[in-house]
Each structure stands twice: as C-alpha cells, then as structure tokens.
C-alpha cells in the first residue's frame, strides 16, 4: 500500500513525553462550515511554508537537537534525534543523563522505553493522537484545505504572547488523522494560531486524551519559534509544550531535512 507523502508526522506527543518516567469517528449532523477568510488564511499559511506542491512532496523527516524535560521539582536534558514518516510513524530517541528515553508510534501501536528498560504500551487512541501531527505542522493545512468535510472556523484577529495572530479552529481532521479510534460522536478540534504578518504558526492549540479515547479537560498547547528555511520549506526549530499552563517539554533542533528515504524499521524496537 502506498504511504501518504504528507508531512503530517507529530502532534501531540509531547504531552505525553513529558510524564515523568514511573474513537470511533461519527459524521456530524451538522453542516460543514468552512469561513472564506480562514481558508484565505491557510491558503497563505502554506504560501509562506514554501508552497503546497514543496509540502505535499514531504514524505518523512528526520532531525537533531537538545530536549528539555521540566518535571515536578527537576530539570532534565539532553541530545535527542526524531524521525517521521507519513501520517502514522514518529520516533524520538532522547539520551539523558540515566540512559536513553524512546518514544515510538506506528500504525496506531506505541510505547515509551524508559532508561531502565522499562516499557508503557501506549492505547491506540494515545498513539494516533500523540504520535501523528504537530512538530511540523503544516501538512495538517494541506489536509485541511483538500478535505471538504474539515469544518474551518475563522474566530478574528487575537493578542498572542504579545503579537496579532489569526486564530482559525479546524475541526473534525484528527478524527480521520487517527483512524477512527476516538469515542463515538466526539469531534476533535483545534486552534491554530497564525502571525498576522508573517503567516506562520506560532501555536496550535487543542486537548489531551485519555487511554479509552475520551477527550479530557486538560489543555495542551504547542508553540513553534526560530522559524529557519530547510530545502525551501519553513521550519519550526525551536517547539515548546504547555500542559495545563505549564511548560513540560521543550525541543530546540540544529538539524532538519527531509526526504530521507526512511522504512518501517526506524519505527521499530
């Protein structure tokens, strides 16, 4: 089976990096909205990414830098490496002070390998949300934009961290983005917060899950800085993740390229 070649390869997986070591899709009723100003917006967005046909080549990615867990009371960093492929397979390898951490998802299957060997498998619903969006986030408005049935929400011009941004919620895409693996009649949503003069994302916000699927009340939030061109296309090399309004996981890249030629096996054990 041929694997989208979309970019679309980390969302929030952050959030649930960060914790400390230790749905079935329903078509909505309602009528697709779809605001002429917020598909003019993504239609830029993709513009200043480096342009749809540059985004829609992406077939995987693969990048290196420095990770910074906070957790409760401690601090933790060190070099960490990430790869993506497609819509479904994400892999990072952290190297701390007590060993290696590695997150893996594919194919809706996951797991964390903690420095002690320890091994938490992940709930498909986990794997899909956490494992397939959002480091680089601009294949999810190619999706978007192509999909018909993706509700887009314009919500008008906002302050964000001192700046006007747009602020655009795209509804019902993660449904489809994870397999069908959420709770029945649940539609996830998310607000994609774009800089009003250079038109890209600085902040994608959305919710966390649970294990069963089941959309929770904690907020999650992912912002993206140090904007840098890689093969003509504009990427984010430093991403911050605020759980809840606390900053718990951050990533500053030195590296980012695509198209590596990357197989199943680097998303295995």
Same mark, same amino acid.
């Not at 749905?23 to 480096?50: C, E, M, N």
């Not at 401690?74 to 790869?83: M, S």
């Not at 759980?243 to 054990?269: C, I, K």
């Given at each position: 089976?041929?694997?989208?070649?979309?970019?679309?390869?980390?969302?929030?997986?952050?959030?649930?990096?960060?914790?400390?070591?230790?749905?079935?899709?329903?078509?909505?009723?309602?009528?697709?909205?779809?605001?002429?100003?917020?598909?003019?917006?993504?239609?830029?967005?993709?513009?200043?990414?480096?342009?749809?046909?540059?985004?829609?080549?992406?077939?995987?990615?693969?990048?290196?830098?420095?990770?910074?867990?906070?957790?409760?009371?401690?601090?933790?960093?060190?070099?960490?490496?990430?790869?993506?492929?497609?819509?479904?397979?994400?892999?990072?390898?952290?190297?701390?002070?007590?060993?290696?951490?590695?997150?893996? @998802? *594919? $194919? =809706? !299957?996951?797991?964390?390998?903690?420095?002690?060997?320890?091994?938490?498998?992940?709930? /498909?619903?986990?794997?899909?949300?956490?494992?397939?969006?959002?480091?680089?986030?601009?294949?999810?408005?190619?999706?978007?934009?192509?999909?018909?049935?993706?509700?887009?929400?314009?919500?008008?011009?906002?302050?964000?961290?001192?700046?006007?941004?747009?602020?655009?919620?795209?509804?019902?895409?993660?449904?489809?983005?994870?397999?069908?693996?959420?709770?029945?009649?649940?539609?996830?949503?998310?607000?994609?917060?774009v800089d009003a003069d250079t038109f890209l994302i600085v902040s994608v916000l959305g919710k966390a899950y649970s294990r069963d699927?089941?959309?929770?009340?904690?907020?999650?939030?992912?912002?993206?800085?140090?904007?840098? @061109? *890689? $093969? =003509? !296309?504009?990427?984010?090399?430093?991403?911050?993740?605020?759980?809840?309004?606390?900053? /718990?996981?951050?990533?500053?890249?030195?590296?980012?390229?695509?198209?590596?030629n990357l197989s199943d096996s680097d998303f295995q054990q």
């Amino acid at each position: 089976m041929r694997r989208p070649s979309t970019a679309l390869a980390l969302t929030f997986f952050l959030a649930l990096l960060a914790a400390r070591p230790s749905a079935t899709q329903q078509t909505s009723a309602t009528a697709v909205q779809r605001d002429q100003q917020g598909l003019d917006v993504l239609a830029k967005v993709l513009i200043a990414a480096g342009g749809e046909r540059s985004i829609g080549s992406i077939k995987d990615f693969s990048g290196s830098g420095t990770i910074t867990y906070y957790w409760a009371g401690e601090t933790v960093q060190g070099p960490v490496t990430i790869k993506g492929r497609g819509t479904d397979q994400f892999r990072l390898d952290a190297t701390l002070p007590s060993g290696i951490r590695t997150f893996v @998802s *594919s $194919g =809706g !299957v996951g797991y964390i390998r903690e420095p002690n060997g320890s091994i938490t498998n992940l709930s /498909s619903y986990q794997a899909g949300d956490f494992g397939n969006t959002l480091v680089f986030p601009f294949g999810q408005m190619l999706l978007a934009l192509a999909d018909a049935s993706t509700n887009i929400v314009y919500k008008g011009l906002v302050s964000h961290e001192g700046s006007q941004v747009h602020q655009i919620r795209v509804e019902g895409l993660q449904n489809k983005i994870t397999g069908s693996r959420m709770i029945a009649g649940q539609v996830h949503g998310q607000d994609f917060f774009v800089d009003a003069d250079t038109f890209l994302i600085v902040s994608v916000l959305g919710k966390a899950y649970s294990r069963d699927g089941a959309m929770n009340s904690c907020p999650v939030e992912v912002l993206f800085s140090d904007y840098r @061109s *890689s $093969g =003509g !296309v504009m990427v984010p090399y430093s991403i911050r993740n605020v759980v809840d309004g606390q900053l /718990s996981v951050a990533l500053q890249l030195d590296q980012f390229t695509f198209n590596n030629n990357l197989s199943d096996s680097d998303f295995q054990q």
